[in-house]
């Protein structure tokens, strides 16, 4: 017999072992190959849970189909449609201004004057809300000087392109201030004596309205509103201002206003109200007419503003003051330099009022302010005015320094 070589001595143990790995290896895969019964179990498992996952995508699917029907549901009501849903917060806007005051005359003063929010909300192209509230020198209750007022509270309607219409509370369409009162876009820390004692700015009343464009740069007011309510031993018109508040109602006052804008920078106006009874039906009834016009003008650098209005009141009791005839008006030239930091701004004006201009006795205010106004931006101001005040004899006249920062939004 051959004897065997090393390498062959060293290659049967690897070979053996390698065969008894495999034998072993087929014995061990076939003792835990599953027996037909528990594969048919696992099958059936399996098959449970594709159903379930089934069911699961099948709720989910349907849920995204609703929504989606919702979606498409609410974009079709939506004002914009397009499928694309827009949030009432899209549609509604905030704003405001205030004012505070310091007043260094016969008695020194600081006070922040006014605290405004405007909220507007569009219900849609056509339908619009508009609303104004005031917070009035700063503190209110218990021994504050302040009101809370709400100034505008209307719904506005679009009836064609040209026509607009509206109900609720609103401020009347009279004067320069009247309508547009907000810091930046007036001189002076204090609004004007005539726009105060004679329209009493600022004038709000509940009723309706409309707003006409006429072409050619010309515009219609009409409103019919709630009226004032004067104390019998004054007329004092500002003093009949009942604000809406459980206000009586017996007896209307319609306003109209013709308005040209035709120009660029240039307002001309004139309106006239008419009251069958300031005294809302007291024993002495009386009639009153209200008539304004002013120009308001600005051309580049220079501003005017001029305005006159007058009250006519039609009774024994009114003219038995002399109050049956209460006028003012007053005219403010300006001029505006642009600058680098902003513009700047140096006015004057000259007011006259007469609330018993019925008598034969002088009664007139005059009042000439002269001063600056600083506008580091457009919705911004800083002000400084001189305030000479010359009342009738027996009166206190006040001459004044007034400083004032405002802000609108």
């Given at each position: 017999m051959k004897q065997r070589s090393g390498q062959q001595k060293r290659l049967f143990p690897l070979t053996a072992l390698a065969a008894a790995l495999l034998t072993g290896g087929a014995a061990l895969a076939q003792d835990q190959q599953p027996s037909p019964e528990e594969m048919w179990r696992i099958i059936q498992q399996q098959q449970r849970e594709i159903e379930s996952l089934k069911s699961r995508q099948s709720q989910t699917d349907e849920k995204v189909e609703a929504a989606g029907e919702r979606i498409e549901e609410v974009a079709a009501k939506e004002p914009t449609g397009g499928g694309m849903v827009e949030g009432w917060w899209n549609r509604t806007s905030i704003g405001g201004y205030g004012e505070l005051h310091y007043n260094a005359g016969r008695q020194d003063e600081i006070d922040f004057h006014r605290f405004i929010l405007f909220v507007s909300h569009e219900f849609s192209d056509r339908i619009?809300?508009?609303?104004?509230?005031?917070?009035?020198?700063?503190?209110?209750?218990g021994d504050g000087p302040g009101e809370v007022e709400l100034e505008q509270a209307y719904l506005e309607f679009s009836l064609t392109d040209r026509i607009q219409a509206k109900a609720g509370l609103f401020l009347i369409p009279v004067g320069i201030l009247n309508e547009t009162h907000e810091p930046p876009t007036f001189f002076g820390v204090e609004r004007n004596i005539?726009?105060?004692?004679?329209?009493?700015?600022?004038?709000?009343?509940?009723?309706?309205?409309?707003r006409a464009d006429l072409g050619g740069g010309f515009s219609a007011d009409v409103a019919v509103h709630s009226g004032l309510d004067v104390d019998l031993s004054t007329f004092a018109i500002r003093g009949g201002r009942k604000k809406v508040a459980q206000a009586p109602a017996e007896d209307p006052a319609v306003t109209g206003r013709l308005k040209w804008t035709g120009m660029p920078g240039v307002e001309l106006a004139v309106t006239a109200q008419y009251q069958d009874d300031l005294t809302q039906g007291s024993a002495t009834p009386t009639s009153a007419t209200l008539l304004e016009t002013h120009a308001a003008i600005r051309r580049g650098p220079l501003w005017l503003r001029a305005l006159y209005a007058r009250w006519d009141l039609d009774s024994d009791a009114a003219k038995a003051l002399g109050r049956d005839k209460q006028y003012g008006w007053?005219?403010?030239?300006?001029?505006?330099?642009?600058?680098?930091?902003?513009?700047?701004?140096?006015?004057?004006?000259?007011?006259?009022?007469?609330?018993?201009?019925?008598d034969s006795a002088d009664s007139k205010m005059r009042q000439t302010d002269v001063g600056v106004n600083y506008w580091p931006h457009p919705q911004v101001v800083l002000k400084a005015d001189y305030q000479m005040l010359d009342v009738p004899a027996g009166q206190f006249g006040d001459d004044r320094i007034n400083l004032g920062v405002g802000y609108m939004f």
């Open positions: 619009r809300f508009q609303s104004e509230i005031e917070f009035e020198h700063s503190l209110t209750g005539v726009e105060t004692n004679v329209i009493p700015t600022t004038w709000w009343e509940g009723g309706a309205g409309a007053y005219v403010e030239p300006a001029y505006i330099f642009t600058t680098g930091k902003g513009d700047v701004g140096f006015f004057a004006r000259y007011s006259e009022v007469d609330n018993t201009a019925g």
